[in-house]
T-cell receptor, first 117, second 112 residues
Framework: AQTVTQSQPEMSVQEAETVTLSCTYD???????LFWYKQPPSRQMILVIR??????QNATENRFSVNFQKAAKSFSLKISDSQLGDAAMYFC??????????????FGKGTKLTVNP | DTEVTQTPKHLVMGMTNKKSLKCEQH?????MYWYKQKAKKPPELMFV???????INESVPSRFSPECPNSSLLNLHLHALQPEDSALYLC???????????FGPGTRLTVL
């Protein structure tokens, strides 16, 4: 069974600084998707960034980038120039590609990010 | 229109009540999902509808009954719930099961 591990229950960062959230996963599949979702307090869960396992290039979305290490099964999220609005719970998630299994988004337990002014 | 809407935002019900949660999307997505999320925990998948047919039921108790009347709507019918069923219920949709999921804001359910 696939598992996703986020080893940092809580992290904090100063505004304008950079922070990296860790995620590791376990799978026997060779092709899959990885995601980082953000869930602010009492607000909607939104997708931050998505990585396809067959792509070697790390995904980036503005201030958000990932360090995808397929062999190590590691998928960390870097937030540059942190802003107060980045404060949220961040979930790392895995989804297989295989037919019949791709519906199951496996979430990590989450990392609560606090941004200090 | 790139959003998933859910009603109601909050719901308080007794253990003998019957209520329904509603979810709607107009993005033409063919897969829709119900998740349950307890406080400070990740979402747990309950049901998946793919092309209006139930494709996954994650061994959810029968007191939760999903329904997909059409490709834009997803309901979750609730009956004889227990206090431990109190949680945030999230609806999501995607173009197909393999692509990114759009989540709704959730319905916060309290069972007394």
């Amino acid at each position: 069974a696939q598992t996703v591990t986020q080893s940092q229950p809580e992290m904090s960062v100063q505004e304008a600084e950079t922070v990296t959230l860790s995620c590791t996963y376990d799978t026997s599949e060779s092709d899959y998707y990885l995601f980082w979702y953000k869930q602010p307090p009492s607000r909607q869960m939104i997708l931050v960034i998505r990585q396809e396992a067959y792509k070697q290039q790390n995904a980036t979305e503005n201030r958000f980038s990932v360090n995808f290490q397929k062999a190590a099964k590691s998928f960390s999220l870097k937030i540059s120039d942190s802003q107060l609005g980045d404060a949220a719970m961040y979930f790392c998630a895995y989804s297989p590609v295989a037919q019949g299994g791709s519906e199951k988004l496996v979430f990590g337990k989450g990392t609560k990010l606090t941004v200090n002014p | 229109d790139t959003e998933v809407t859910q009603t109601p935002k909050h719901l308080v019900m007794g253990m003998t009540n019957k209520k329904s949660l509603k979810c709607e999307q107009h993005m033409g997505h063919r897969a829709m999902y119900w998740y349950k999320q307890k406080a400070k925990k990740p979402p747990e998948l309950m049901f998946v509808y793919s092309y209006e047919k139930l494709s996954i039921n994650e061994s959810v108790p029968s007191r939760f009954s999903p329904e997909c009347p059409n490709s834009s709507l997803l309901n979750l019918h609730l009956h004889a719930l227990q206090p431990e069923d109190s949680a945030l219920y999230l609806c999501a949709s995607s173009q197909d099961p393999a692509t990114r999921k759009f989540f709704g804001p959730g319905t916060r359910l309290t069972v007394l």
